[in-house]
């Protein structure tokens, strides 16, 4: 499979993996504290071949992730779900321990980032919903973030994650749908 778009990952270690599982391009972030130099890539990148954005799902990804959003306008995201991400038996969670299939499908399913349109998905449907606020809503987050391939979100995040990507009210609904059968049944 090969990819046009030039895939922003955090190391070495993520590039040596993307390549296992696709036929790509990468710049290396080399961790949270991305210079001005790495940033000028990367603007580079999405002038002439389109940026994709893969971090690790954790916290220091998700800050990579915004600042090279907020940098570089226009990027599209493929998200990697934690469960995937974790390697066997170690510590830790990132791109270089998922499986080349993993690595393949998370960058088939690729949001593109959208001027933010107002949402037909309020704060009051998430907070209807337990996804904000209560025991369960870090878990249905968590599960529909996966569902619909935007990553896991905070509370805060979760709305405008959703605007964003512009994801349809039928599509969450479907989604949550599936988030509350899967309760129901454990």
């Not at 969670?93 to 998922?98: F, L, P, R, S, T």
Request: aromatic share 2%.
């Amino acid at each position: 499979m090969k990819i046009k778009e030039i895939i922003v990952v955090e190391g070495r270690d993520d590039t040596a993996r993307i390549k296992l599982a696709v036929d790509a391009d990468t710049i290396e972030t080399n961790g949270s504290a991305i210079d001005d130099h790495v940033i000028d890539q990367i603007r580079l990148a999405q002038k002439t071949r389109g940026v994709i954005i893969l971090t690790d799902p954790d916290f220091p990804g998700e800050k990579i992730r915004k600042t090279i959003s907020e940098a570089v306008p226009g990027c599209k995201h493929a998200f990697l779900p934690k469960h995937l991400a974790k390697p066997k038996n170690k510590r830790g969670i990132g791109v270089e321990h998922a499986s080349v299939e993993s690595i393949r499908a998370c960058l088939e399913n690729v949001h593109e980032e959208m001027e933010t349109q107002p949402s037909d998905i309020s704060a009051e449907d998430l907070i209807h919903a337990g996804l904000i606020g209560g025991p369960a809503a870090k878990r249905r987050r968590e599960r529909l973030g996966d569902l619909l391939k935007i990553g896991y979100t905070n509370g805060k995040q979760l709305q405008k994650r959703l605007q964003m990507f512009q994801i349809k009210k039928s599509d969450f609904m479907s989604a949550l749908d599936t988030v509350m059968r899967e309760e129901q049944n454990e």
